[in-house]
């Protein structure tokens, strides 16, 4: 009997975290794009390659852990801002701003990036899915400003052109 109740228990903590983890996977989905980190040395060719500077605001969308608006802040001496959903990568990425001590130019705000303002930006990065793009693309141009530099890694803005591509790394900008 005893033995019984253990394989049970066993078999509901698996079936349940199997759940957690489908409910995520489904969760991101829905959201825009799944979580998968850019590498350091991407995300300064993206900052690099969209020229940010002290002038600058950028905003992330989807920010994950909050990498690039860590890095957009640190090197570049950006202000910046990152948008994410997902509580969990939210609630890293506001301690990794604090834990760094940059609180003054970095804000994470928690969210849908498709229901917040980002009018103000002069820099929008994104790895989000094409599909996610798609959707985008026309709250970017009702929103931003001409002239915003927005970066987008592996994933196109089909019916825009981009003024340069780093094509070994899959990074594309372009100006609205």
Do not use: C
């Not at 994104?126 to 798609?134: D, G, H, P, R, T």
């Amino acid at each position: 009997m005893y033995l019984d109740q253990g394989i049970i228990f066993i078999l509901l903590i698996f079936i349940s975290i199997m759940i957690f983890i489908l409910l995520w996977v489904i969760w991101s989905d829905l959201i825009g794009a799944g979580f998968e980190p850019t590498s350091r040395r991407r995300v300064i060719k993206m900052l690099t390659m969209a020229g940010v500077n002290s002038d600058d605001l950028v905003y992330d969308l989807g920010s994950g852990d909050g990498r690039i608006v860590i890095e957009a802040a640190r090197k570049f001496k950006a202000q910046s801002v990152g948008i994410e959903a997902d509580p969990i990568r939210y609630i890293w990425s506001q301690m990794m701003v604090v834990l760094l001590g940059l609180r003054r130019r970095v804000s994470i705000l928690w969210g849908n990036f498709f229901w917040k303002d980002i009018s103000k930006a002069t820099v929008v990065t994104l790895f989000l899915s094409q599909k996610a793009n798609y959707k985008l693309q026309k709250k970017l141009e009702l929103e931003l400003q001409p002239g915003t530099r927005v970066v987008s890694y592996f994933w196109t803005f089909t019916s825009w052109d981009p003024v340069m591509v780093d094509e070994e790394e899959h990074i594309y900008m372009y100006i609205i």
